[in-house]
């Protein structure tokens, strides 16, 4: 089990950082105030999430200039993650609790993203198993973009 650190750079900003033990790990930054595009960025993956218009909940996820996956909202707070390579994943909470969990086909947790106690600008994500090193960041990256659209 592997545990990282998600922190808000600032209330007023829409940038945060992810660490473990060693540093940082990875920033995913929304393109502006207003948008709900970001970037993330780590030493070995750059990622780019584009929010299909306003009212629709359909996410791409770019690597370079290729879509890698989709991520698509269901009305009950659940959303579904599918990667070119046919791999899916389910990012879900439960109302009134901040917590959420990805979830493997199987129904498996592989990590669960959590608030801090007395703060809504940092927390943590736990790792359940091991997940190769470029599929974790990536599944980092788009639970804490979604997470921070389900706030």
């Known amino acids: 089990m592997a545990l990282l650190h998600w ?3 600032d209330l007023t ?11 940082q790990v990875g920033e995913l930054a929304f393109r502006g105030w207003t948008s709900n595009d970001a970037d993330f960025s780590s030493e070995r993956i750059n990622l780019y999430f584009q929010r299909q218009g306003w009212l629709q909940h359909d996410v791409t996820i ?5 879509v890698i996956g989709m991520s698509k909202t269901s009305g009950f707070g659940k959303t579904t993650t599918t990667l070119v390579t046919g791999e899916q994943f389910t990012f879900q909470g439960k109302s009134l609790d901040s917590t959420r969990e990805l979830l493997d086909e199987a129904g498996n947790s592989l990590m669960r993203f959590e608030q801090g106690s007395f703060s809504m600008s940092s927390g943590q994500i736990t790792i359940a198993r091991d997940i190769p090193e470029l599929t974790r960041l990536l599944l980092v990256a788009t639970g804490l973009y979604l997470r921070h659209l389900g706030q």
């Open 62 to 66: 770019h690597f370079k200039d290729e």
């Open 7 to 9: 922190k808000q750079q």
């Open 13 to 23: 900003t829409r940038r945060y950082t992810v660490s473990d033990e060693n540093g």
